[in-house]
């Protein structure tokens, strides 16, 4: 899972910034990596009066569906890594909940 992740956001970074594969003509033009709650990739010129695919560039799509798919599969990848070593998820939930009620009878 960790080779497709790292192979989809490889895939993302050629396609917003490669001209020869991805021509600007049927693309649009390269893309910027900007950086919110999660890093993504916006277009560089305004596409609002075009006909775009739902306001972004067709470089714009493809390109972040590739990054979010890569995030996606290098986190499956960690949890299968960690549960592969023994490590129980639901430990983490009992402890959340016994946090909460030990702050509970803390402040009674």
Not at 6 to 20: G, L, Q, R, S, Y
Not at 88 to 99: H, I, K, P, Q, S
Request: charged fraction near 15%.
């Amino acid at each position: 899972m960790a080779g497709i992740g790292w192979m989809a956001i490889v895939a993302a970074f050629w396609c917003a910034t490669n001209t020869t594969v991805y021509p600007e003509a049927w693309y649009g033009e390269t893309l910027a990596l900007k950086f919110g709650i999660s890093p993504y990739w916006i277009d560089t010129v305004d596409v609002s009066d075009s006909t775009a695919f739902a306001g972004h560039t067709t470089r714009a799509a493809l390109t972040n569906v590739h990054y979010y798919f890569g995030f996606f599969f290098l986190q499956g990848h960690l949890w299968h890594a960690i549960r592969a070593l023994g490590f129980d998820f639901r430990r983490v939930t009992n402890a959340v909940a016994g946090l909460d009620r030990a702050q509970i009878t803390l402040n009674d």
